[in-house]
């Protein structure tokens, strides 16, 4: 699995506008191939979204539509560049 974690500052209204979006950001992630999950965290003045996929190829994928997306629907709202951490994940746990 390929993990993909975006951190947005002073982005509350863009965390504002992603909630509202909610069904339009399933529909677009659920077309990238090896899709596994998503998590829209809340922090501060921001937060931060977690993109798991099968492969890197897929995570990849997530990023250029997630920036596409953002672009086209929240460009003045998401303040900094976001950081974008990503890489294989070392230990996965799921109930």
Same mark, same amino acid.
């Given at each position: /699995?390929?993990?993909?974690? %975006?951190?947005?500052? &002073?982005?509350?209204? +863009? /965390?504002?506008? #992603?909630?509202?979006?909610? *069904?339009?950001?399933? %529909?677009?992630? @659920?077309?990238? %191939?090896?899709?596994? $999950?998503?998590?829209?965290?809340? *922090?501060?003045?921001?937060?931060? *979204?977690?993109?798991?996929?099968?492969? %890197? $190829?897929?995570?990849?994928?997530?990023?250029? +539509?997630?920036?596409?997306?953002?672009?086209? @629907?929240? #460009?003045? #709202?998401? !303040? @900094?560049?976001?950081?974008?951490?990503? !890489?294989?994940? &070392?230990?996965?746990?799921?109930?």
């Amino acid at each position: /699995m390929y993990v993909v974690v %975006r951190r947005y500052r &002073a982005a509350s209204e +863009l /965390m504002d506008a #992603l909630e509202a979006n909610q *069904s339009d950001i399933e %529909r677009l992630l @659920h077309d990238v %191939r090896g899709f596994l $999950a998503y998590y829209l965290v809340r *922090s501060g003045d921001g937060g931060v *979204s977690i993109t798991a996929c099968e492969d %890197r $190829a897929g995570a990849e994928e997530s990023n250029v +539509l997630a920036a596409d997306w953002i672009t086209e @629907h929240a #460009l003045g #709202l998401a !303040g @900094h560049v976001p950081e974008i951490i990503e !890489g294989k994940a &070392a230990i996965y746990v799921a109930k």
